[in-house]
């Protein structure tokens, strides 16, 4: 038995963890020891990623690429490599991969199974738009190969699937076309919701990339830095992007609290102000800042922390994330870094993905047990009225209730369900 935690580091339980190192293998290993969970680098916040007292069937093995087509940018790979090795290895053969979250450090089948999005949903939509097909194992030995065309229901239940419907083994992505690992970029600080919102409706149809960071204390008088960016034909050979840094130990007491907050996000406010402008930046710079500080999940403290990510569509936008904030800044709750974008109106692949057209907030919030549970009762209830709903790969406590209103696609997904799988997160939401 081995003590797992996911990112959130809310708590820690004991699991049976099994590494899976082939396809072979991993059909004997899951009849064998089951109900299990597929589990790949642990980045998911919440109770997704954990099946506490069961098995745990660790994906890392299978690690391995299995076929290359340099003419049209497909690539075969199984579901334990990590999104870092793809790009590391593809980007000097001039292709990246098409969406990327805000980590590198997640698995391929992590980024199926929770349909990731980045910053491009409105030009590009998610991960799952751009898998071609998938190889899925089930409890009972059954291997399905699925794609929208072949087994076309089992695709779709299977992208933002949270890992429920088998273990995926392998995926063929298409991959998109670069010329290098330069983008062209543009920070613009702005002032209130209403600009921010401006600013995504003028980017969105010349910039691939959008995305804000705001004061989330500011309250009514929010105030953020918009970034934008296009890939860059740019070749800049001494510029490299920055070293990764890393947090050693998790401090007794969590230093994020109001006061070191409150001047964080103000002395962050006015640094990028000062850095208004265009530049020309690395893409690791820009779509993985996080990544930029090694175990930074240790800075909440022994209590974890829980990230908070909504979606509200445009029409109930504004209004929704003008009163979420209030709620936040009234508490003197959040995060360093609040994350602000807007979705475009492509639908998701899956049928419990979570993008949807709207706008999408984010924050981390340090776990203060019953004071950050009410606040976040708040915010439901805000969310919820907006006709919006909570991002799975994040959560940690929605209620079954909340989560059956706000996925409609629920019914068509559940005949889909593998009996053999089961985790901490469908036991709350499904009951088994």
């Known amino acids: 038995m081995k003590l797992v935690q996911s990112w959130g580091r809310l708590d820690s339980k004991l699991h049976q963890v099994v590494l899976l190192t082939s396809p072979q293998q991993s059909k004997i290993e899951i009849k064998e020891k089951f109900p299990g969970l597929a589990f790949g680098n642990g980045r998911s916040y919440g109770d997704i990623c954990l099946n506490p007292n069961g098995f745990l069937w660790n994906t890392q093995g299978l690690s391995n690429f299995c076929s290359w087509n340099p003419e049209t940018g497909r690539l075969t790979t199984e579901a334990g490599v990590l999104l870092k090795d793809v790009q590391q290895t593809f980007l000097s053969r001039g292709w990246m991969l098409p969406v990327t979250p805000g980590t590198q450090l997640v698995t391929v089948g992590g980024a199926i199974a929770n349909d990731v999005h980045g910053k491009n949903h409105h030009a590009f939509g998610t ?83 959008t995305v804000s960071w705001i004061d989330c204390l500011a309250g009514i008088n929010t105030r953020g830095i918009f970034m934008r960016a296009n890939p860059s034909k740019h070749i800049e050979r001494e510029k490299t992007a920055s070293k990764p840094k890393k947090i050693f130990f998790t401090p007794p007491i969590s230093p994020v609290n109001k006061f070191t907050l409150s001047f964080f996000n103000t002395a962050y406010y006015w640094i990028q102000r000062g850095r208004s402008g265009k530049s020309i930046v690395n893409y690791k710079d820009f779509f993985y800042p996080l990544d930029g500080v090694l175990e930074w999940n240790r800075l909440y403290g022994p209590n974890g922390f829980y990230q908070y990510q909504s979606v509200i569509p445009r029409e109930t936008g504004l209004d929704a994330t003008r009163e979420m904030l209030k709620e936040i800044s009234r508490a003197r709750e959040g995060s ?42 708040r915010l439901d209830s805000i969310v919820e009225e907006a006709g919006g709903a909570l991002y799975l790969a994040k959560d940690n406590r929605m209620s079954s209730k909340m989560f059956v209103k706000t996925y409609p696609s629920l019914e068509k997904f559940l005949p889909f369900r593998d009996p053999g799988i089961t985790s901490s997160m469908s036991r709350r939401l499904f009951g088994s």
């Open 127 to 209: 991960f799952g738009d751009h898998i071609i097909r998938l190889w899925l194992l089930r409890t009972n030995g059954q291997e399905i190969e699925c794609s929208r065309s072949v087994n076309s229901e089992w695709f779709e239940a299977t992208i933002g699937g949270m890992g429920l419907t088998g273990v995926i083994l392998k995926a063929e992505i298409q991959l998109k076309q670069v010329s290098g690992p330069w983008l062209e970029s543009e920070t613009i600080p702005f002032q209130g919701l209403e600009d921010f919102f401006s600013l995504s409706d003028s980017s969105e149809s010349k910039w691939e990339h």
């Open 336 to 377: 360093f870094l609040a994350v602000l974008k807007t979705f475009g109106k492509r639908p998701s692949s899956g049928l419990l993905s979570f993008a949807r057209p709207g706008v999408t907030l984010a924050l981390d919030f340090p776990n203060r047990n019953v004071k950050t549970l009410a606040l976040f009762k």
